[in-house]
């Protein structure tokens, strides 16, 4: 297929730093078929670990640069975060320059990787090109409250919207059935099974004293680390001996901190930071814990089955779906008190981690990566043939 026989994708968001949906748009640009699509990323700042992960197939456009670029000095910093501000203010109020100075082509199909992509996506001169937006979220999740006007207003204007899970979109309609949707499909997150355990295999030397659960996950309130680290400082109150180590960072890392000074757990609880490959920690650890508040279908839950971690998940999103409680894993609600409850049961019932270990010996068959990439090649190609 020519060049200009192709389907022209522009995918819009905000930076590059370590997180799941990061990882979903890398996936999906990846694996879509090159001969079909011709492919450019546009980023409102060239910031974050993974803003150098690109396939090479693919197209990079950025409006500001990032952190990573900005002068060590903090007076010419401060400079550089104002005129960069400044810079995307003038390119929201004026998104036409965008298109004719940054990205200087038209594109068929534009997609918003997030809620926080939506408005520059439907804010786009070119108003020839189809729109999909991705939704992650729970609608109804108190934290997103101040964000749901916006949201609401944006929905009705795409032309497509993809939930990453069934939960999501069910919630969605439950909350408010009478707003008029556009046409909606379910596409849950691939799994790039191999990747994932041949980079297990680097050799590590940091993780901490056994036994260690392993959790992956920016450091925001809804994640739940302060449930965590709570129920952590009570275990080993009662001498129930471990460790835990958090593989992200975000805006929570200086409350956590000082709640880790509180409690007196600066050894055993553990704040790594990001790391680009997460997955021998997860190999490595004994267990992997996901306390979060709210997750719409975590991919971290799929890459930690991936390799045969017995997980402790709280019940959001569509984990119900991915672990099958007792028996794949341990299903709590969203409480301090389950979470230490959980982790005794971990710590202490030596028959019920084999027999979860057992169940999840062939759990790669339940990931069908083929289906997930002809189901959003499907939807983009249905959109591109009614194109204006």
């Not at 109804?140 to 939930?163: G, R």
């Not at 099974?193 to 959790?215: G, N």
């Not at 991919?299 to 007792?326: C, F, N, S, W, Y």
């Amino acid at each position: 297929m020519t060049d200009s026989s192709k389907i022209k994708l522009l995918f819009r968001h905000r930076s590059m730093e370590m997180g799941g949906v990061e990882k979903v748009m890398l996936n999906v640009l990846n694996n879509l078929d090159q001969e079909k699509f011709e492919m450019t990323v546009l980023l409102n700042l060239n910031q974050g670990e993974l803003r150098n992960e690109f396939p090479s197939h693919v197209r990079k456009v950025y409006l500001t640069h990032g952190k990573e670029d900005f002068s060590k000095n903090i007076v010419f910093k401060k400079l550089q975060l104002f005129q960069r501000k400044s810079q995307l203010k003038k390119l929201r109020k004026n998104p036409e320059i965008i298109d004719k100075e940054y990205l200087k082509k038209e594109y068929d199909i534009e997609i918003a990787m997030t809620y926080n992509d939506f408005e520059s996506v439907l804010n786009s001169s070119n108003k020839k090109s189809k729109k999909i937006g991705w939704f992650h979220s729970e609608i109804n999740l108190p934290k997103l409250q101040p964000l749901v006007p916006a949201i609401l207003e944006h929905f009705p204007q795409f032309d497509h919207i993809i939930y990453c899970s069934e939960k999501i979109q069910k919630i969605m309609h439950e909350v408010y059935p009478k707003l008029q949707y556009p046409k909606e499909s379910v596409i849950i997150n691939a799994i790039p099974i191999e990747e994932i355990k041949k980079k297990a295999e680097e050799k590590i030397t940091d993780l901490p004293k056994s036994p260690v659960f392993v959790s992956v996950g920016r450091l925001h309130t809804r994640k739940g680390y302060h449930n965590l680290m709570d129920a952590h400082s009570q275990l080993l109150k009662e001498g129930f001996q471990h460790s835990i180590m958090i593989i992200g960072d975000g805006e929570e890392l200086s409350n956590l901190l000082a709640q880790q000074k509180k409690l007196g757990v600066e050894k055993t609880f553990i704040f790594a930071g990001n790391k680009m490959n997460p997955y021998p920690y997860l190999k490595n650890a004994d267990f992997f814990i996901m306390p979060s508040e709210s997750e719409a279908w975590p991919l971290v839950i799929a890459e930690a089955l991936i390799l045969q971690k017995p997980i402790i998940a709280t019940k959001v999103g569509d984990v119900e779906m991915m672990i099958d409680d007792r028996k794949t894993g341990y299903l709590i609600d969203y409480k301090t008190d389950e979470i230490y409850s959980a982790m005794k049961e971990f710590l202490t019932n030596q028959k019920l981690i084999l027999q979860i270990k057992e169940n999840i010996k062939d759990v790669e068959k339940d990931f069908d990566n083929q289906k997930i990439f002809s189901a959003i090649e499907e939807i983009i190609i249905n959109l591109a043939k009614t194109k204006i």
